[in-house]
């Protein structure tokens, strides 16, 4: 089936810098992907949707310069944490539908970022 | 907004036991609905949808119903494996399946 993968899976960085987590589909075009954080024994929330060739689409109170998102390909999407702090501290997880609008998502395994 | 509230885990169970996890939602009109399993370091994975009422989803022995009438989706299956510990999330969506809301997750646990 189709695959989406992320990187790095983990990553621990110091409060100030920015970290990019990668997003990509293996074997097929995604013009949309999705971008969820996830706190401990919380919900997936739905950060925004990432689109080919055109900005980002954010929900509602997140913040769109501290969370810089690029759809740089058909197979590619990045996040950028600009200067991380701890609160940003999460599970960040990617999903891309892989064709009809009818069929479901495919999610990346997450990437655990850790901000000290 | 929609919104999906589901039990919290984690559950434990011995293998060959029956298994339910609760899952109710809310929303304006009629979602379709969705069970996600994520297993230890891989992605979410769909395991059944329904898309709706009354609509039953199955696959790998789990099942759901949609109830309009109870505004739920439990998720059921008779006889558990150790195979099947994972992480379980209900979900709901719309317009074409984009934009989902999901559950805090059930984590199960099943030991031989």
Known sequence: GAVVSQHPSRVICKSGTSVKIECRSLDFQATTMFWYRQFPKQSLMLMATSNEGSKATYEQGVEKDKFLI?????????????????EDSSFYICSAPPGSPQETQYFGPGTRLLVL | GDSVTQMEGPVTLSEEAFLTINCTYTATGYPSLFWYVQYPGEGLQLLLKATKADDKGSNKGFEATYRKETTSFHLEKGSVQVSDSAVYFCASGRAGFQKLVFGTGTRLLVSP
């Open chain 1, 70 to 86: 690029n759809h740089a390909s058909l197979t590619l999407s990045t996040l950028t944490v600009t200067s991380a702090h701890p």
